[in-house]
């Protein structure tokens, strides 16, 4: 249940633009129902516990002096990330102080119904903007998921957060791609000549005729990546007829951390940022493996074109350099995403071809012979060392660590296997 509900008043807030603020009262974002709590999670990136423990905390979520994890959900909306988190923290019973923060009344009220109906603790409500965040304290981790590039000033959201981050704390974000969202800017610029008079259901109904009626060649009919304006008027409206909307391309969003004194930890999911999980000419691969992590990942994203979001996790540049977990460390537990996921690894035979589909293209990984035992073999509580005892023929630590490292790449690179520590 809520603990306090606070309402912010400081210049963010007043700064924030009238649109944007009508917008989210007049179409909270993402359309959610409090009734669907019983029936489901909807768990995602960024703010997976399992993900940003290992990615951000070498494995084990640090604590402040009142023994919590401090949290803030930044532009939370109407709650995925706050109940997905907050719900996983109450399994694992771990500690937290969670805060939430919104411009948008009507988008709080329906995360706090969510909370409620989950029986969630914990958790302070705030209305106001996330440019006050620091205002709230510091935290060691901060969330925002689809919020800054609806910013004015990108670049003044990205700071606030950063000056708002413990020193040993990290940032999951995401934002909008720009090559994967080819058509989404030129309907944007049409709409604007035509609808952008009246209440935002006149809107969305002029959009819709106007969506109706799209030439074959229009790039948003081509672009099979974006469907948000197919499901809901919520989405019609966020996609195309969004008052403020940047996206961002590698570079651009590598500047902006650096700007914010941020640098970045890894991109989520790891493996289409990855040139060496594509098929490309050897000479290719000669000349990208002198490149920095940056143009690796600038060059997959040209190449592939479908790119329509940037999902990643960075934390401040001067924090030293023990963040993500390694596989390297026999005494950490590896596990798995989530328990469908354990399923499915658990029981894949030997030799078994990976089919991955991200954003609608196909990665075959190969692994290991011996991968499927030690998949097997992985429970959320053994660690590296009682994994490698428990194998056919005890391998020694050498050619256990050769097959493991190989396999944890791959399965990390795609979302599917972390580590903690006990
Ligand atoms: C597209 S929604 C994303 C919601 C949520 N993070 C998610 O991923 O489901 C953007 C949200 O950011 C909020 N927002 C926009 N500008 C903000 C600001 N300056 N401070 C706080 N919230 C803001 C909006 O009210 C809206 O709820």
């Known amino acids: 249940m809520a603990k306090k509900k606070q309402t912010l008043s400081g210049k963010g807030t007043k700064r924030a633009t009238k649109a944007i603020k009508t917008q989210y009262e007049d179409l909270p974002y993402p359309e959610r129902r409090p009734e669907d709590e019983r029936k489901r999670l909807i ?31 930044a532009g939370g909306g109407t709650g995925d990330a706050l109940v997905m988190l907050a719900q996983q923290l109450t399994d694992e019973n771990i500690e937290a102080d969670i805060h939430y923060i919104d411009l948008s009344k009507a988008s709080r009220a329906i995360a706090e119904k969510r909370v409620k109906a989950r029986k969630l603790k914990n958790i302070t409500f705030h209305t106001g903007s996330l440019l006050d965040a620091a205002d709230l304290g510091d935290f060691h981790y901060i969330d925002c998921c689809g919020v800054l590039h609806h910013l004015p000033h990108p670049q003044d959201g990205f700071k606030a957060l950063a000056k708002a981050l413990k020193p040993n704390g990290g940032f999951g974000l995401m934002v909008y791609g720009t090559h994967g969202r080819t058509g989404v800017y030129q309907m944007q610029e049409a709409l604007r000549m035509v609808a952008s008079d009246g209440s935002s259901h006149d809107r969305v109904e002029h959009t819709k005729e106007i969506l109706g009626k799209l ?11 974006i469907n948000d304006h197919e499901v809901s008027d919520t989405g019609i409206f966020d996609l195309l007829l969004h008052s403020q909307d940047r996206s961002y391309t590698v570079p651009e969003l590598n500047q902006e951390l650096t700007n914010a004194g941020l640098k970045l930890v890894t991109y989520i999911d790891p493996a289409p940022y990855n040139p060496d999980f594509y098929p490309l000419p050897d000479q290719t691969r ?4 002198d490149k920095s992590l940056e143009e690796r990942a600038q060059f997959c994203e040209l190449l592939s074109g479908n790119m329509h979001k940037h999902t990643l996790y960075c934390v401040p540049n001067l924090r030293e350099n023990t963040i993500t977990a390694k596989p390297s460390n026999m005494n950490l537990v590896p596990v798995f995403r989530d328990i469908q996921t354990e399923q499915q690894f658990r029981s894949m035979p030997q030799g078994a071809q990976l089919d991955f589909t991200l954003n609608r293209l196909k990665f075959q990984p190969t692994l290991p012979p011996h991968a499927a035992l030690i998949l097997r073999a992985i429970d959320g509580k053994s660690s590296l060392e009682d994994i490698r005892r428990r194998l056919p023929g005890q391998p020694d630590v050498f050619a256990f660590q050769n097959i493991f490292s190989y396999v944890f790449n791959v399965m990390n690179s795609f979302g599917k296997l972390f580590l903690k520590q006990r």
């Open 286 to 289: 000669d000349v990208l493996k």
């Open 43 to 73: 768990t995602g990136s960024p703010g997976h516990l399992v993900e940003l423990r290992h990615t951000l905390f070498n494995g084990k979520l640090p604590q402040d002096e009142n023994g919590n994890f401090r949290v803030l959900i």
């Open 215 to 225: 030439p074959v060649t229009n790039w948003l009919n081509q672009n099979e990546g």
